[in-house]
């Protein structure tokens, strides 16, 4: 079984540290009613098979369509209801930037009244630097598997910050090539563009998941989740100004592969004028010739016909013609 990490957790500090999925299926069913409410566990898995996500699915009654979900991957991001059970996806991304490819993970969890099962189907993000902070503010972890969603997502909307940059690096190299005259540019603006906007389907859903977090979260509302409705709040605007900073990146590349298509057409037009008009230099000095050839075909034709070694010429016997040089 690829188990991250597992642990059960009392009142917000961690308790025990089961040694097998086994073993923390025994300690959730042999905890005392009263203290059900106030313990959760959070498995975390790491690109498990179809066979271990069933074992665990059959364990904690989760949903087959979820499961399904699960096992398939490749889902949009989506908060989605199944009795006391949220499934939640999320699409974490880093940016490469030699390459210019933003790469999206896949990260499914479900939410019980006392458990979370995180399952990765890539590296990123690293949840071991999310369960250490929570570990380290038990006042947080005390809100149960919320809180877990809530550093979740609060650790996937900080990381599309340094693809914000990478994306605002290559659009300001791009513009630079396009007012250059780089004529490669339209290639890579029509790559950039198919990243950015892969990168939108991957956060724009984010905005229908924390409207129904806030809806979850008002018909359970406590005094004891207030900080953490403020916190899943300011996680939402973030995830906000993400949105609108990838949209604008969108607008700003098709706005660039239009106005780089008008330079284009505009140095062609030049280009155009420039040959019309050497064009028509070549064919002023191409008259010139014809004229004075016209000029000089005349004589040239009486040249070319008398310079030959004639002996019928009547012009040999004229006086001028026989006069000799001393006379």
Sequence with gaps: MPVVDNAIYVDGRRAVGPSSLDRTFEELRDCVPEEKGRRFCWIGLLRPSAEEITTVAEEFGLHGLAVEDTINAHQRPKLERYGDVLFVVLRPARYV????VVEIGELHLFLGPDFVITVRHAEEPDLK???KRLEADPSLLDNGPYAVLYAVLDKVVDDYAPVLDGLQDDVDEIEVQVFGGDPHVSKRIYQLSREVIE???AVEPLRDIFDELRTRLKEQATESDLELR???????DHATRVMDRVEAYRQLLSNI???NAALVGQRQNEEMARLTQAGYQQNEQVKRISSWAAIL??????ASIYGMNFTNMPEL?????TRSPSA
């Design 230 to 236: 403020r916190a899943l709040r300011d996680v939402a």
């Design 97 to 100: 930037d030699p390459v210019e």
């Design 297 to 302: 075909f005349a004589p040239t034709l009486v």
């Design 129 to 131: 630097e999310v369960r």
């Design 199 to 201: 990168f939108q389907r």
């Design 317 to 321: 016997h004229w006086r001028s013609a």
């Design 257 to 259: 592969l239009q106005v």
